[in-house]
């Protein structure tokens, strides 16, 4: 008789209170989540042998590690910015089916928006401000994040013909599933119309083409499916997972403006899960900005590239479309506090297991969360399905 | 559009002495790039062994690990693509909106940001041949602006 492979599952998810939490501390973030993820798991605190989180300082997961009073085994810290909680799942699944761990807790929290205010448009790469290293190669002519997103979007405007109208797309059906979502951050209706006379931040860019700032968290857990076995809710299964990325924050030394990691880390992953594109029911893709989902849904192999514009528009990311994506609202509507890749970690399980109300997707089976980091540098893939591979 | 940039507000209302643009610290990679553009020259490196160009400066090759030497590039290009930054809250950018910022291709063959000055924003686009312009930002540093190829503006 020969062993049974260990295969890793995600037993809890949550997110905590969002999208404002003015006085709330960010380690409190990560508290909440995580309590209401082991209780989403029906495990506690005690269960807990191994921690993976990511924030902007050294020893992060350590830090946090402290706060809730743990002193776990198997500890994880890598950041690739917004693509990062995509990337702790995928090593937490090496963990658990390795044996270095049992059961992994993945936190996330943020205070952005209490701490920063609404200043977008200021952050990484440029603004006058210095990232460290070879960063300076691009930050010395005043470019913005918003601006070097806009720079890709440009590129493809300009190689595929991709409109404005087609991008406001994106924001649209975002903000219809927001609707739905009593806690997103904005939800009042918006038209494709109000999206490209809002005001441009940096062209082609408007300012309803951005995600908004908020405060907020969330968690998952990690752990077999041997010892899922006796957990309270069904089990979703880590089916296969990848990463990759181009470059740092230098958009200089990104290869193709209009091709992101995910033309990596997406064909890696449905490998490793043996899947097609074809087969995937519902996708939480990372929403910085409406350019980002149409580089990754071409990137990812949903359709040919070039065509991510068709692809978007029409509805077709809303449920009953295409690709029913972001279905809790996404960053550009529901919340984005700053690395948002575990929002869609928990969008996706609670979508196969049939928990997300009126976005829905009807026997929703093979669920995708990619994560995009950097200015489009990093890209992680986790495929997720119901049912044991 | 009524909603104006608020930083165009806060801009009008500071009083402060104009900030410079932020310099660069040379390092053992970088100083004579630095110094070349303080001088009006664009520097790029080729590889000794398999001739590949690049920007920004490095220790050897991103290829293939070789061994790089200085080449001044000729200062012309294209424009890959490129923005118009209509929000800025950071000093000294804010009170230059709205500015250009573009990534040019060398005739050398690498690839940088910069900033297209000495025409309108809306008279750039994808493809616009541009040559170099340089302005000092310290006393071992300048950094290349990109200018159409053609117009009269040595300077920003």
Known sequence: ?389 | MSDRPASTTAATADERPPKPRPAPVPDADSAEYWQAAHDGRLLVQRCTACGNAQLYPRDRCRRCRGAVEWVEASGRGTVYSFTVIRQNYARPFRDQIPYVVALVDLEEGPRCMTNIVGCAPEDVRIGLPVRATFEAVSDVAGIALFTPQGAGATSP
């Open chain 1, 1 to 389: 008789m020969t062993a049974r492979r260990r295969q890793a599952v995600v037993v809890g998810v949550a997110t905590s209170d969002y999208p404002h939490l003015p006085g709330m501390s960010e380690y409190g973030v990560h508290g909440q989540a995580a309590d209401r993820a082991l209780a989403d798991a029906g495990l506690t605190f005690a269960d807990v042998d191994g921690l993976a989180t990511a924030g902007f300082f050294p020893m992060y997961a350590t830090m946090v590690a402290e706060y809730l009073g743990l002193h776990p085994l198997y500890l994880d810290e890598t950041n690739t910015g917004g693509s990062s909680f995509e990337v702790l799942l995928e090593h937490a699944a090496y963990a658990v089916e390795s044996g270095a761990a049992e059961v992994v807790l993945i936190t996330y929290g943020s205070i952005q928006l209490s701490q920063m205010g609404r200043r977008l448009g200021t952050g990484g790469g440029g603004g006058g401000g210095f990232a460290p290293g070879p960063s300076v190669y691009d930050s010395l002519w005043g470019n913005t994040l918003v601006g070097n997103y806009a720079l890709a979007a440009r590129r493809h405007m300009h190689q595929y013909g991709t409109t404005a109208e087609q991008l406001a797309a994106v924001a649209v059906t975002m903000r219809r599933h927001a609707g739905t979502n009593p806690q997103a951050q904005e939800r009042d209706p918006i038209t494709v119309e109000d999206v490209v006379t809002s005001r441009l931040v940096a062209d082609p860019l408007h300012k309803l083409d951005c995600c908004v700032i908020s405060d907020g968290g969330g968690a998952c857990v990690v752990t077999t499916a041997e010892r899922a076995a006796d957990l309270r809710s069904a089990p979703v299964y880590v089916l296969g997972a990848a990463h990759a990325t181009t470059h740092h924050l230098n958009m200089s030394a990104m290869p193709d403006l209009t091709v992101t990691p995910a033309a990596q880390s997406g064909p890696a992953a449905f490998a490793r899960a043996g899947i097609t594109p074809a087969e995937v029911d519902t996708a939480q893709l990372y929403d910085s900005f409406t350019i980002t989902v149409v580089l990754t849904v071409e990137d990812l192999g949903f359709c040919e590239k070039g065509e991510g514009g068709a692809f978007v528009a029409d509805d077709g990311l809303a449920v009953g479309g295409r690709l029913p994506t972001n279905t809790d609202g996404g960053g550009l509507s529901a919340c984005h506090p700053g690395m948002r890749g575990m929002f869609l970690i928990v969008e996706a399980v609670r979508q196969l297991r049939g928990q997300c109300g009126a976005t829905q997707v009807p026997d929703a089976r093979i669920a995708v969360a990619h994560g995009t980091g950097g200015m489009l540098s990093t890209g992680a893939t986790v495929v997720l399905g119901r049912e044991a591979p």
